[in-house]
T-cell receptor, first 114, second 117 residues
């Protein structure tokens, strides 16, 4: 089975712009979660989608949003970019989500905000 | 709320030496615990997980971890380090309530493991 894929792998934007990141989960996985990784804050949970519905949300401002399509692919959007949004954004998929199911991570999208 | 503390942001060992990476957790419910490894410019790969079965959990690449409820610990060990083990290791707890379906992971800050020849 193909793993979790994320596009693009690298992205450079300027402050005030918006960006959309894409994640394709492992075939058959219905849960997709997004995490932000920075040197200062470490890995932080953004949100989880399951069957096209946001099931869980972390403590991030409303500028961060996401959605999931009927084929389980997911996108996250960040509007009005700030310098502090520079980070590695990781997507993870799981068959059904939930507390004990393994999450499979993609390679991430490295976002740099100038 | 659940939380994870990893003691030591950097650990250096010699090739062939014991690897011990420390993780302590805080959880109001029986925890589900995970260790992930991240190699440079890659995502996270699951090493092992504890889901309330055996307290000694064996994972991939010769790693294992022991769940100790009395010490609220889930330390990761490997008897003999290889150069290829050099990476960053993250301990995580599943953020959940009894009967809850949410399962997002709460990660520790990570421990970078260096292996000297």
């Amino acid at each position: 089975k193909a793993g979790v894929t994320q596009t693009p792998r690298y992205l450079i934007k300027t402050r005030g712009q918006q960006v959309t990141l894409s994640c394709s989960p492992i075939s058959g996985h219905r849960s997709v979660s997004w995490y932000q990784q920075t040197p200062g804050q470490g890995l932080q949970f953004l949100f989880e989608y399951f069957s096209e519905t946001q099931r869980n949300k972390g403590n991030f401002p409303g500028r961060f949003s996401g959605r999931q399509f009927s084929n389980s692919r997911s996108e996250m959007n960040v509007s009005t970019l700030e310098l502090g949004d520079s980070a590695l954004y990781l997507c993870a998929s799981s068959p059904r989500g939930g507390p004990y199911n393994e999450q499979f991570f993609g390679p991430g999208t490295r976002l740099t905000v100038l | 709320a659940q939380s994870v503390t990893q003691l030591g942001s950097h650990v250096s060992v010699s090739e062939g030496a014991l690897v011990l990476l420390r993780c302590n957790y805080s959880s109001s419910v029986p925890p589900y615990l995970f260790w992930y490894v991240q190699y440079p410019n890659q995502g996270l790969q699951l090493l092992l997980k504890y889901t309330s079965a055996a307290t000694l959990v064996k994972g991939i690449n010769g790693f294992e971890a022991e769940f100790k409820k009395s010490e609220t610990s889930f330390h990761l060990t490997k008897p003999s380090a290889h150069m290829s083990d050099a990476a960053e290791y993250f301990c995580a707890v599943s953020d959940r309530n009894y009967g809850g379906s949410q399962g997002n992971l709460i990660f520790g800050k990570g421990t970078k493991l260096s292996v000297k020849p």
